[in-house]
């Protein structure tokens, strides 16, 4: 007999990655349902691509070193090509928009849903593996689409659960940062540095983008960030942007694109209630050309243990013109959003309700035929409905449909059967009464949240109690 101690994997997540429960998962189909209907009022229709592309084609825009893992999850295939997963929607749809150029209309408006991944360090609703909901319109310089994804964004962002004045999006162009960078004198390979720096001024405020933009910055866990390496007055330079903006407005680079921006958000009156330009937005990837924006909530949000941090954007995007042109050479305007589903939900938790219709649970008393049967014949009128499949146990099996949260538990015994009869107990209005009841001897006596009915009126019975219990 071998004495070698079996090893067992230890059940753990890997860090960064969550599971999700039903109400989440019905939550955030509920979110997509809402935005899909706002995306495609405006006109846009639906695209997948997959999960994996050629790391080549996603483009060296997040990671700033050689390593193909650094900042995305990478494999080499048997043909010794990388494959990455998709760190977000819009890289692969330069891809599919270079291969299918001669097909689509221009300009060619699509939206997408999709999980991406990033190899980062995780934070409050920051996960390594998340959703996004992209809209684009790729063949357009003109600033009325970006005004018009922007005034997108806004109904898509009200609709899924956000009030008028609970998130702010803040425009700003790329054109203002590369003048200053140009002008401070700092050399283009230090620039995706500087920009995932300034990125982080809304969560570390100025002393730690002072840091990243110098030597580096040691966070609370402990891990050291190496910074951009910028000497004293290039970082005076760039934080001036930062902290004193209206002195980088005036006859400004790219201001003239916002200006035309504001004017058409103005006039069909999405004005500083809901966009406000902000010179501090810069947005962490490399591939933007111009005109920047993000969504950012304005209330305070918990954290898994309860304390109120400053939660980031639910909502990114802005122009990127020479994303197509790494594979055609030739320059495609484009323009898209993305709102962070998971992030979104995340600051809504405890606000937004289970979109999961009530459950109705038949219990297998004596006759698991006869259970499935009327299982079946309530499914077929649109209820939501399980047979019990589990132990023959009658109280295991309410026990089951209380923990379930089933609204209604479906009897049907020889006493019942004989008189032609069903009982239907209203679980959640017996759950609510228990509580007030004060003894035993009553409860059993009035048995307020237990009907019986006729066979034959099963359905109609279930359904008035469904509809009582959503008044």
């Given at each position: 007999?071998?004495?070698?101690?079996?090893t067992r994997?230890?059940a753990?997540l890997?860090r960064?990655f969550r599971d999700?429960?039903a109400?989440?998962i019905?939550a955030e189909?509920a979110?997509?349902e809402?935005?899909?209907?706002v995306y495609e009022?405006y006109?846009f229709e639906?695209?997948?691509t997959?999960?994996?592309?050629?790391?080549?084609?996603?483009?060296?825009?997040?990671p700033?070193v050689?390593?193909p893992n650094?900042?995305?999850?990478?494999l080499r295939?048997?043909?010794?090509q990388?494959?990455?997963?998709r760190?977000?929607?819009t890289?692969?749809?330069a891809?599919?928009v270079a291969?299918?150029?001669q097909?689509?209309?221009?300009p060619?408006r699509?939206?997408?849903v999709?999980?991406?991944?990033?190899?980062?360090?995780?934070?409050?609703?920051?996960?390594?593996?998340?959703t996004q909901f992209?809209?684009?319109?790729?063949g357009s310089n003109?600033?009325?689409a970006?005004?018009e994804l922007?005034?997108?964004?806004c109904?898509?962002?009200e609709a899924?659960?956000l009030k008028?004045g609970?998130?702010?999006v803040?425009l700003?162009s790329?054109?203002?940062?590369?003048g200053v960078?140009e002008?401070?004198?700092?050399?283009?390979?230090?620039?995706g540095?500087?920009?995932?720096a300034?990125d982080?001024?809304?969560?570390?405020g100025?002393?730690?983008v002072?840091?990243?933009?110098g030597?580096?910055?040691k966070?609370?866990?402990?891990d050291f960030t190496?910074?951009a390496?910028?000497n004293?007055?290039q970082i005076?330079?760039v934080?001036?942007?930062l902290?004193?903006?209206?002195s980088a407005?005036?006859?400004a680079?790219?201001m003239?694109?916002?200006?035309a921006i504001n004017?058409?958000l103005?006039a069909?009156?999405?004005?500083a209630?809901?966009?406000?330009?902000?010179?501090?937005?810069?947005?962490g990837?490399d591939?933007?050309?111009g005109?920047?924006?993000?969504?950012?909530?304005?209330?305070?949000v918990?954290?898994?243990?309860?304390?109120?941090?400053v939660?980031?954007?639910?909502m990114?995007g802005?122009?990127y013109d020479?994303?197509?042109?790494?594979f055609t050479?030739?320059?495609v305007?484009?323009?898209?959003?993305?709102?962070g589903v998971s992030?979104?939900?995340s600051a809504l938790k405890?606000?937004?309700?289970s979109a999961?219709a009530?459950?109705?649970v038949?219990l297998?008393?004596?006759d698991?035929?006869?259970?499935?049967?009327m299982?079946r014949?309530?499914?077929?009128?649109?209820?939501r409905v399980e047979a019990?499949?589990?132990?023959?146990?009658?109280g295991?099996q309410l026990k089951y449909a209380?923990?379930r949260?089933?609204a209604?538990?479906?009897m049907e015994g020889?006493?019942?059967?004989?008189?032609?009869?069903?009982?239907?107990?209203d679980?959640?209005?017996?759950?609510e009464?228990?509580?007030?009841i004060?003894?035993?001897?009553?409860?059993?006596?009035d048995?307020p949240?237990q009907?019986?009915?006729?066979?034959?009126?099963?359905v109609?019975?279930?359904c008035?109690l469904?509809?009582k219990r959503?008044e």
């Amino acid at each position: 007999m071998s004495t070698e101690k079996q090893t067992r994997p230890k059940a753990r997540l890997p860090r960064g990655f969550r599971d999700r429960g039903a109400a989440e998962i019905a939550a955030e189909r509920a979110a997509l349902e809402t935005i899909r209907k706002v995306y495609e009022s405006y006109g846009f229709e639906p695209l997948e691509t997959p999960a994996f592309e050629y790391t080549d084609a996603l483009g060296k825009f997040l990671p700033d070193v050689d390593r193909p893992n650094e900042g995305v999850f990478s494999l080499r295939d048997d043909d010794e090509q990388w494959l990455s997963l998709r760190y977000d929607l819009t890289a692969p749809l330069a891809r599919y928009v270079a291969e299918n150029f001669q097909n689509l209309p221009k300009p060619f408006r699509r939206y997408q849903v999709g999980q991406v991944w990033r190899n980062e360090k995780p934070g409050p609703g920051r996960f390594r593996e998340f959703t996004q909901f992209d809209a684009d319109t790729v063949g357009s310089n003109a600033p009325s689409a970006d005004a018009e994804l922007l005034m997108m964004a806004c109904d898509a962002l009200e609709a899924a659960g956000l009030k008028r004045g609970e998130y702010v999006v803040k425009l700003n162009s790329r054109k203002l940062l590369d003048g200053v960078l140009e002008d401070a004198g700092i050399d283009l390979s230090r620039r995706g540095s500087v920009l995932r720096a300034i990125d982080k001024f809304d969560r570390l405020g100025e002393g730690g983008v002072r840091a990243l933009l110098g030597e580096g910055r040691k966070d609370e866990s402990g891990d050291f960030t190496k910074g951009a390496g910028l000497n004293a007055g290039q970082i005076s330079q760039v934080m001036k942007l930062l902290v004193d903006s209206a002195s980088a407005l005036s006859g400004a680079k790219g201001m003239g694109d916002l200006l035309a921006i504001n004017t058409v958000l103005s006039a069909s009156d999405y004005g500083a209630d809901r966009v406000v330009i902000d010179t501090s937005i810069v947005r962490g990837l490399d591939y933007y050309t111009g005109p920047v924006f993000e969504a950012q909530l304005t209330f305070p949000v918990a954290n898994e243990v309860g304390e109120k941090v400053v939660f980031g954007s639910v909502m990114g995007g802005g122009r990127y013109d020479d994303l197509v042109a790494r594979f055609t050479g030739q320059q495609v305007p484009a323009t898209g959003i993305s709102i962070g589903v998971s992030r979104l939900l995340s600051a809504l938790k405890g606000r937004t309700p289970s979109a999961l219709a009530p459950l109705v649970v038949v219990l297998a008393i004596d006759d698991v035929a006869r259970s499935f049967d009327m299982a079946r014949e309530l499914r077929a009128a649109g209820i939501r409905v399980e047979a019990y499949v589990g132990t023959k146990k009658f109280g295991d099996q309410l026990k089951y449909a209380d923990k379930r949260g089933a609204a209604i538990a479906v009897m049907e015994g020889g006493d019942e059967r004989a008189k032609g009869e069903v009982t239907l107990k209203d679980l959640a209005l017996g759950a609510e009464l228990a509580k007030n009841i004060e003894s035993r001897a009553a409860w059993v006596k009035d048995r307020p949240a237990q009907i019986s009915v006729k066979r034959s009126e099963l359905v109609s019975a279930v359904c008035r109690l469904l509809n009582k219990r959503n008044e």
